[in-house]
């Protein structure tokens, strides 16, 4: 059999690639394809609540399409046909845009973000829109306006935040793979969480014009996939300098190939911050899954070596200043005067900002409005949002100095595996558990979450890798790696 | 900062940044806000006298444009997403007058 | 009491760029209500701003215009308050690093009353770049907002407070005014909101080392609104502190229809504009390279242009300032010469009859009937006395109206002048024998006899004889 028959036959846990291959050959058709994820949608997301909205008569258009291009010889990529869910804070032209609030209720975008229109250069048709912490602002998706969007392998278990939607529904086998963003973890998190790959990529690889802002100085897309190889060839889709985002970087095209199968593991040095590992609340499955992922690759060859980020000790608190500060000037654009959704009782037009926005946001959403007005007000510059960008100076030097003495660092991804619905009430608790993520957004940094473990209640745990700026394909390369180290051990142990 | 994180008037910042809250919200908030800001102390003993502030997660500098149109949406378009419509031709917000010359203030 | 007055302004102008400072739409005044609008001016959720070279261009041009400091490293911030006219609810804005700072402008000639004000250096403390808001047109119950302007590139001088009376704040206006058109960066049509200003007043006894508190007055549209506000505020404020009041910080409005400022905040209601840098938005670094190239393309102040007129031109301060106060005028005077003509008769005729001509026909340069081609060719005519004065006024009228020019319309009329002194004998003794008084008259060397003899002259020519040739005969056939 075929691999790409074997795809066939295995849509819901297929990738990419493979439903490339099929495509290519011939073996199933764009709207075959679609209309198998469709009716895995039908079956399960009343259970699991990942997509917002599936406008399945569009999406079989788009897939009708499609193989009347490929069946003219026209089709646009290798890739054309293909289906790929979008996390519901990028804009897509003719679509609602909601960013999972009820303040954007009714909107309908008049335009594509950029990786939008990179996709459908490509014929990749944009398959739902996938549900998530309102504005991106959450590590659960339990802040979403409309639902509560359930871990597949638990479902009363949260899918991990903000892209929750996107990790879930790739997850469940109702997307091959989904964009999602990432301002401090919210793409590696939830794939940790959920048992996918998450990628974010180098801050300016990806153009974010299009991608609705939390906080402009750390927000990133990236893909959320079944695996390595997969986030690689999205990431090729979705990449490139783009005029229209002043923080797009030159030379920021990525090809896929580069992420080759002759990978020598054994030059490859990993770094371990000891920081890492003094983390309070980490707990032992985790760094059980940690330390068995370091062991992957020291019986490899590797060179296993400790660094020091002595700053990250700042980091949440710097984050969270940086963050809030950004996100409440985002934000503020969002009052119900020229779009969404106005509520005027007394045709004041106070009163229309107040109402508008006490009705439309959220409770999270106003915490962090609340304090990033707070630091950026007149007398408190200095002490936060000053000092704060100053510890991101301090933690972007230990990052250069650990990459001086290594080529990627390991570590995990959350302290924790997926928890049940509701037991992470303390803000300050939650703000806590991104540590590990965090830091990259800071910094710019590439990073990955990969697959690893699984903890007692058959959770899965991934573990972190993060490289340098711009290092995507050495990244790519040893996750891609690891993917296949690690499967090899696991059926050792079997 | 030190004691002053202790009392944030909560009411003032919301005002700013123009949410309605109610008691409740307001003094739930106060005790969030007033855990976060404590907790970011820590901030206040580090020496950061000698240390730059970065602003930006990369260091390029000049991305400007060059002065070409790049073409406008259409009056329809705008006001199928406006809340209210005066005309067919403005956006409809209750009366105001801006305190100052029409510009920035 | 007597009383010193300190007067500083902020004055916006609108650059004129092709497009936005921060999206492609059209950079365009006229357009029907909301058509020049896209997601990014609109602020749509997602979209990002890109800074328009030309925006930057023309602000670093308008600060060395200004002799101002230019920052090599430089940022744009966001300055945040919600207002509906705003689209983000944030202006972006530049807090701590403006392109320009610490410069100067030289002011002199008159003042709106007329008076003559002495040259004097007013500072200029910066000249940031900002994107202009949307227009809102209010009715009784509620506003409509047109965003086309929202995102126009808008730069901000702020001057400091070194003026101190209305007339030197409206020569400042002017000479601001004229940089820019000089430096091709904006109309500067107050009636089309190119040009706005806020001024800064505070007022305080003759003598007395301590400030008092300042008031800033908005919503001038006019160039004499600000002058005449000014004088409102000097004696609103003289008034408060004779009758031992006391002034406080203040922004007031002011209602042109009757000539009074209002209050409309005092300093307790101050905003909080919580500025941060712009994260959208990567800093600007101006190299030394890019720094010269720029210093070359820095056209002539019209200061240095009204001392070269008078060098080059030999022709009065007076003229020249006049001359160059309008970059047009000083463009078309120069034209002029370049077709031979004389500079002081030039200068004489475009500011006695062309100015006069222009205004009363509402017309500016770029609009002007007549070419400095055929200008030169009249004046010209004159100095060549193919024509005299008097015909010349008349050719000019012809011209301003039909757009023809000189030759042709003397050709046409056969206004030539005659210079033939056998035919211009002819008359002079034709005068003489009607006028026997007046002869007598001029014999006894009454000066105002030659005056009606040649009139007489030039009334049998049609007033196409040469004056001089005839006064000169007449003084030779009457004695
Ligand atoms: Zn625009």
């Known amino acids: 059999?075929?691999?790409?028959?074997?795809?066939?036959?295995?849509?819901?846990?297929?990738?990419?690639?493979?439903?490339?291959?099929?495509?290519?050959?011939?073996?199933?058709?764009?709207?075959?394809?679609?209309?198998?994820?469709?009716?895995?949608?039908?079956?399960?997301?009343?259970?699991?609540?990942?997509?917002?909205?599936?406008?399945?008569?569009?999406?079989?258009?788009?897939?009708?399409?499609?193989?009347?291009?490929?069946?003219?010889?026209?089709?646009?990529?290798?890739?054309?046909?293909?289906?790929?869910?979008?996390k519901d804070n990028l804009s897509v032209k003719g679509q609602t845009c909601g960013c999972a609030s009820k303040i954007l209720e009714g909107f309908i975008s008049p335009y594509n973000a950029t990786v939008i229109n990179n996709l459908q250069k490509n014929g990749v048709i944009c398959f739902g829109r996938t549900n998530m912490d309102e504005f991106a602002m959450g590590s659960t998706t339990e802040f979403s306006a409309y639902k509560k969007t359930s871990n597949p392998w638990d479902i009363n278990r949260v899918p991990g935040g903000s892209s929750g939607g996107s990790a879930a529904v790739v997850s469940s086998g109702q997307a091959l793979a989904a964009l999602g963003s990432d301002t401090g973890g919210s793409i590696r998190q939830p794939a940790s969480f959920c048992?996918?790959?998450?990628?974010?990529?180098?801050?300016?690889?990806?153009?974010?014009?299009?991608?609705?802002?939390?906080?402009?100085?750390?927000?990133?897309?990236?893909?959320?996939?079944?695996?390595?190889?997969?986030?690689?060839?999205?990431?090729?889709?979705?990449?490139?300098?783009?005029?229209?985002?002043?923080?797009?970087?030159?030379?920021?095209?990525?090809?896929?190939?580069e992420v080759g199968n002759d990978f020598d593991v054994s030059s490859l040095r990993i770094g371990i911050p000891k920081e890492f590992l003094e983390i309070d609340g980490l707990s032992s499955e985790v760094n059980?899954?940690?330390?068995?992922?370091?062991?992957?690759?020291?019986?490899?060859?590797?060179?296993?070596?400790?660094?020091?980020?002595?700053?990250?000790?700042?980091?949440?608190?710097?984050?969270y200043i940086i963050a809030t500060a950004e996100a409440s000037s985002n934000l503020s654009r969002f009052d119900g005067i020229r779009y969404g959704n106005r509520i005027d009782r007394t045709s004041d037009l106070l009163d229309i900002y107040l109402d508008t926005r006490e009705n439309g946001f959220g409770e999270e959403v106003k915490r962090r409005i609340l304090l990033g007005t707070y630091v950026l007000s007149s007398g408190y510059y200095d002490a936060y949002y000053l000092r704060a960008q100053k510890i991101r100076t301090l933690i972007r030097d230990d990052f250069n100095n650990a990459f001086n003495n290594c080529d990627l660092i390991l570590s995990p991804v959350s302290p924790v595996s997926a928890y049940p619905f509701g037991s992470v009430s303390d803000?300050?608790?939650?703000?806590?558990?991104?540590?590990?993520?965090?830091?990259?957004?800071?910094?710019?940094?590439?990073?990955?979450?990969?697959?690893?473990?699984?903890?007692?209640?058959?959770m899965p745990i991934g573990i972190q890798l993060i490289g340098n700026s711009m290092d995507e394909i050495r990244l790519l390369q040893a996750a891609h790696w690891f993917e296949f180290a690690n499967e090899m051990e696991k059926n050792d142990e079997v | 900062m030190n004691e002053k994180s202790q009392d944030v008037d909560i009411r003032h910042i919301a005002n700013l940044a123009r949410l309605n809250l109610n008691d409740g919200e307001i003094s739930r908030y106060e005790t969030d806000i007033n855990a976060i800001l404590s907790y970011a102390e820590q901030l206040s003993k580090v020496d950061l006298s000698d240390v730059s502030p970065t602003a930006h997660a990369?260091?390029?500098?000049?991305?400007?444009?060059?002065?070409?149109?790049?073409?406008?949406?259409?009056?329809?378009?705008?006001?199928?997403?406006?809340?209210?419509?005066?005309?067919?031709?403005l956006i409809k917000v209750p009366v105001v007058i801006r305190h100052g010359s029409e510009g920035p203030a | 009491m007597k009383f010193d007055v300190v007067i500083g302004l902020e004055v916006h102008v609108q650059i004129r760029t092709n497009t936005k400072m921060f999206c492609g739409c059209s950079n365009r005044y006229g357009a029907e209500p909301n058509t020049l609008v896209c997601p990014v001016c609109m602020g749509y959720p997602g979209v990002l701003p890109v800074p328009n070279k030309e925006g930057i261009r023309n602000t670093l041009l308008a600060g060395l215009m200004c002799e101002c400091k230019i920052a090599l490293y430089s940022k744009f911030d966001r300055k945040s308050y919600f207002y509906p006219d705003m689209p983000k609810n944030y202006q972006i804005s530049q807090y701590d690093l403006p392109f320009c700072e610490d410069g100067k402008l030289v002011i002199s000639g008159k003042g709106l009353s007329q008076e003559l004000i002495a040259t004097k250096t007013i500072g200029i403390t910066r000249?940031?770049?900002?994107?202009?808001?949307?227009?809102?047109?209010?009715?009784?119950?509620?506003?409509?907002?047109?965003?086309?302007?929202?995102?126009?590139?808008?730069?901000?001088?702020?001057?400091?407070?070194?003026?101190?009376?209305?007339d030197e704040a409206y020569a400042y206006l002017t000479a601001l005014k004229q940089i820019m058109q000089y430096a091709d960066i904006s109309d500067c049509d107050m009636e089309k909101g190119q040009m706005r200003c806020d001024v800064n007043i505070s007022v305080k006894p003759s003598g007395s080392p301590t400030l008092n508190a300042k008031t800033e007055v908005k919503n001038l549209n006019s160039f004499k609104a600000i002058h005449k506000?000014?004088?409102?505020?000097?004696?609103?404020?003289?008034?408060?502190?004779?009758?031992?009041?006391?002034?406080?910080?203040?922004?007031?409005?002011?209602?042109?229809d009757i000539g009074e400022t209002y209050i409309m905040r005092t300093k307790e209601d101050a905003a909080d504009y919580r500025y941060f840098p712009e994260p959208d938005l990567m800093p600007i670094e101006i190299s030394s390279d890019y720094l010269e190239e720029l210093k070359k393309e820095v056209p002539e102040t019209p200061g240095q242009r009204c001392a070269r007129f008078i060098q080059e031109f030999s022709i009065p301060e007076y003229d020249a300032s006049v001359l160059t106060s309008d970059k047009a005028c000083a463009d078309y005077f120069e034209q002029c010469i370049r077709f031979g003509s004389n500079p002081k008769k030039t200068s004489n005729w475009i500011m006695v009859e062309l100015l006069r001509e222009l205004s009363q026909s509402n017309k500016t340069f770029d609009k002007c009937p007549i070419s400095p081609k055929d200008f030169a060719e009249l004046i010209l005519l004159i100095t060549d006395n193919t024509i005299n004065g008097k015909i010349a006024k008349t050719v000019f009228n012809d011209m301003f109206s039909s757009r023809k020019s000189a030759s042709v319309i003397i050709d046409e009329k056969g206004l030539k002048?005659?210079?033939?002194?056998?035919?211009?004998?002819?008359?002079?003794?034709?005068?003489?024998?009607?006028?026997?008084?007046?002869?007598?008259q001029l014999k006894e060397g009454k000066a105002s006899a030659l005056n009606f003899l040649v009139g007489q002259v030039m009334k049998f020519s049609k007033g196409k004889a040469n004056p001089q040739l005839a006064s000169e005969m007449i003084k030779k056939e009457s004695s």
């Not at chain 2, 390029?60 to 073409?71: F, P």
Request: with cysteine; proline share 4%; charged share 25%.
């Open chain 3, 417 to 440: 002048q005659v210079t033939d002194t056998k035919e211009i004998l002819e008359f002079v003794k034709r005068a003489i024998e009607n006028n026997p008084i007046p002869v007598q």
């Open chain 1, 288 to 319: 059980d899954a940690f330390e068995k992922s370091i062991s992957v690759f020291r019986s490899r060859g590797c060179d296993i070596v400790d660094v020091k980020l002595p700053s990250i000790a700042y980091a949440v608190s710097s984050y």
């Open chain 1, 1 to 86: 059999m075929s691999a790409a028959q074997k795809f066939v036959n295995k849509i819901d846990s297929g990738t990419i690639h493979e439903a490339s291959d099929a495509l290519e050959t011939g073996q199933i058709s764009s709207l075959e394809l679609c209309q198998n994820l469709i009716g895995r949608h039908d079956d399960i997301d009343g259970k699991i609540n990942g997509f917002l909205s599936l406008d399945t008569s569009q999406i079989l258009e788009d897939a009708n399409a499609s193989d009347a291009r490929r069946k003219n010889g026209k089709q646009l990529s290798r890739y054309d046909g293909i289906p790929i869910a979008i």
């Open chain 3, 127 to 166: 000249i940031h770049l900002e994107e202009d808001v949307a227009k809102s047109t209010h009715f009784k119950q509620y506003s409509g907002i047109d965003f086309n302007r929202a995102g126009v590139p808008l730069m901000e001088v702020v001057s400091e407070p070194d003026m101190t009376t209305p």
């Open chain 1, 195 to 257: 048992g996918v790959v998450g990628l974010k990529p180098t801050y300016g690889r990806v153009s974010r014009y299009g991608l609705v802002a939390f906080a402009s100085s750390l927000d990133q897309i990236g893909p959320i996939t079944r695996d390595v190889k997969d986030a690689a060839i999205l990431l090729e889709l979705i990449s490139g300098r783009d005029e229209l985002d002043s923080t797009s970087l030159p030379n920021s095209d990525f090809n896929h190939h």
């Open chain 2, 58 to 89: 990369a260091s390029i500098t000049n991305v400007i444009r060059s002065d070409e149109e790049r073409g406008s949406m259409t009056r329809s378009e705008l006001l199928d997403n406006a809340p209210d419509v005066l005309d067919d031709e």
């Open chain 1, 427 to 458: 803000p300050l608790q939650m703000y806590l558990s991104d540590i590990y993520t965090i830091p990259v957004n800071l910094v710019g940094n590439c990073a990955i979450s990969v697959p690893a473990s699984f903890d007692g209640d058959g």
């Open chain 3, 229 to 256: 506000s000014l004088h409102y505020e000097i004696e609103r404020q003289s008034d408060v502190l004779e009758s031992k009041g006391h002034l406080v910080q203040q922004t007031r409005g002011w209602n042109d």
